[in-house]
């Protein structure tokens, strides 16, 4: 029964694009990008070299979703824990998405990508929201791959936000319906998306380290040992490939 659950080798399966899009393409794909810190650690390398490979990746997997056919690709690239971290590492971190969408931004309007956020930015630095802004802007009315970034980001503070704004509607009588799931997931900070098909979570560790927490509940889970740097387009297509052997039953028979 814990067949799915088993973390893959290193080595990826030779799958080709080809074999891949001949099965069930998950609609929405979701990663928790583990393992930058580990593998600059490997080499002797500050921490933020990790990070900052571990934005490379990014890109790859961004264009390889896009070519498949994906239509949302979230990856978790700040959370709200994440604040624990030393300074350096996270004003380093703060900064990777604003030279990550300045340098790859031409790219993705060019793949008609749209870029979303969900997190609060408020809490974050204007030079980052600035940068977060713009792309969202730029790439609105973009019809491909939507690529959304988890960014200072956290499950239970957004299933609280949500449960806040429902009071604040139903007190100013601006709620006259009863909260079904349809009505909760307006509130939440992925309204609009629909729920991630496959969560892939790199570095070894089998945990949501409270990762989109209501939107998962029937999400098929892919882990591996593979230090995020060391993801390559190949592991994505074996994630997928593993997806397309399994059964989606949604509780049923």
Known sequence: ??????????????????????????????????????????????????????????KRVTKLASRLGVKTLTVYAFSTENWKRPEDEV???????????GTFLPELIEEN????????????????????????????????????????YGGRAEILDAVNHILLDYQEGNLHKKIDEDVFDQYLMSAGLQDPDLLIRTSG????????????????????????PDFKEQHLLEAIHAYQKRGRRFGGV
């Not at 990008?33 to 070299?49: E, H, Q, V």
């Not at 004003?91 to 969408?101: A, G, I, K, T, V």
């Not at 927490?213 to 230090?227: G, I, N």
């Open 1 to 58: 029964m814990f067949e799915k659950f088993k973390k893959t080798k290193k080595k990826p399966v030779s799958i080709s694009e080809e074999e891949i899009v001949k099965g069930s393409i998950p609609n929405h794909i979701a990663i928790i990008m583990d393992g930058n810190g580990r593998w600059a650690k490997k080499r002797s390398l500050p921490r933020t070299a990790g990070h900052h490979e571990g934005m490379k990746v990014v």
């Open 91 to 101: 004003n380093y971190l703060l900064r990777l998405p604003q030279e990550f969408l």
């Open 113 to 152: 990508v749209q870029v979303r956020i969900m997190g609060n930015k408020e809490a974050i630095p204007v030079h980052t929201q600035k940068a977060v802004d713009k792309a969202v802007n730029d790439t609105k009315h973009n019809t491909g791959l939507v690529l959304n970034f988890a960014l200072n």
């Open 205 to 228: 560790e089998i945990r949501l380290s409270n990762f989109m927490l209501w939107q998962l509940a029937y999400t098929e889970f892919w882990f591996t040992d593979v230090l995020w």
